[in-house]
């Protein structure tokens, strides 16, 4: 599986980006994508997840409410709406994905991920 990610680039504090992770060679079908922040001088983190078959989500505490994971069956792609941005938004995204059969636990440990996509970054000013 090649994942591709888009959709970043700089907006101001309030405003909205969407990432798309769009994947080639196979359907994402049996699979979690996941969207791992990195911001300046952190550890990358799992902010949202998603499973394909079943559509079930999660969202760490820092982005719920504003953030939003879903799927595009016709790009075969994972998308994560982002709204209300903060400058802590700020950091290297990153779209990965695992399969997960019919598991619905979350994989927060980003070693249990076996398929990346390229970074791309987000930066919101204050």
């Known amino acids: 599986v090649q994942l591709q990610a888009s959709g970043g680039g700089l907006v101001q504090a309030g405003g909205s980006l969407r990432l798309s992770c769009a994947a080639s060679?196979?359907?994402?079908?049996?699979?979690?994508v996941g969207w791992f922040r990195q911001a300046p001088g952190k550890e990358r983190e799992l902010i949202a997840s998603?499973?394909?078959?079943?559509?079930?989500?999660y969202y760490v505490d820092s982005v719920k409410g504003r953030f939003t994971i879903s799927g595009d069956n016709a790009k075969n792609a994972v998308l994560l709406q982002m709204n209300s941005l903060k400058p802590e938004d700020t950091g290297v995204y990153y779209c990965?994905?695992?399969?997960?059969?019919?598991?619905?636990?979350?994989?927060?440990?980003?070693?249990?991920?076996?398929?990346w996509g390229q970074g791309t970054q987000v930066t919101v000013s204050s």
């Open positions: 060679g196979r359907t994402f079908s049996g699979y979690a």
């Open positions: 990965a994905a695992k399969y997960t059969g019919f598991s619905t636990n979350i994989a927060f440990d980003e070693s249990l991920w076996r398929y």
């Open positions: 998603y499973r394909w078959s079943g559509g079930n989500s």
